[in-house]
């Protein structure tokens, strides 16, 4: 038995719709590996009952495995807007999120959050930052906008394959941009925040209440 499968069969069960979903997400795209998974999809749902969010905003849907599994901490009044930019994985994922046991604490959007999330009007409680990691540093900074003072953000990918220490590694614009974040929220005085090696890396972030 190897370490990470101790911890799977210590920790919660993946349920059986996110484990098809999950399953369908590495048959049918390319780049399956993205999903969030087992161990990941039920840390984000503890932290949501933990946080108790009523709005949260994810950028970067993908085949809404994240989407669901947060969706599934929610309490009854509260929701969670996911943006996908790619609208390639509309065909995929709509059908999958409509189809979960909680469709209706999700809306779904295709298009590029930077620009959108502002005019929804909310202020959010919680973020869950997954795309383009090119943009990683303008996403916060979105994020920071339209969130209230003592939510919560996390940010996935931080570690990226450990290429962020790698010096030999060839530090592509992906690589560059989770290095240009991870440096700067380092010192940002506005946040508080820890990196933890769940996975590619999380880094969880609290806005201060200035």
Known sequence: MTLDDYILQHSDPEPDYLYRLFRAT??????GRMASGHLQGRF??????????KNIL???????YSAISMAEGL?????LYTFEINDEMEDFTRPWIE?????????????????????LDILFDMAFIDGD???????F????????PG?????DNTLWDGHVVDSHYDHDQQTKGIEDFNDAIASDPRIERVLLPLRDGLTLIRKKQI
């Open 26 to 31: 590495n048959i049918h795209t390319i780049h």
């Open 44 to 53: 984000l749902k503890m932290l949501v009952h933990m946080i108790r969010p």
């Open 58 to 64: 994810e950028v970067g849907t993908f085949s809404g």
């Open 75 to 79: 309490e009854d009044d509260g929701h």
């Open 99 to 119: 189809g979960s046991p909680v469709a209706d604490k999700i809306t779904f959007l295709i298009g590029d959050a930077n620009i959108e999330a502002p005019k």
């Open 133 to 139: 990691k090119r943009t990683y540093q303008q996403t």
């Open 141 to 148: 900074e979105m994020v920071m906008s339209v969130l209230r």
């Open 151 to 155: 939510g919560f953000i996390l940010a």
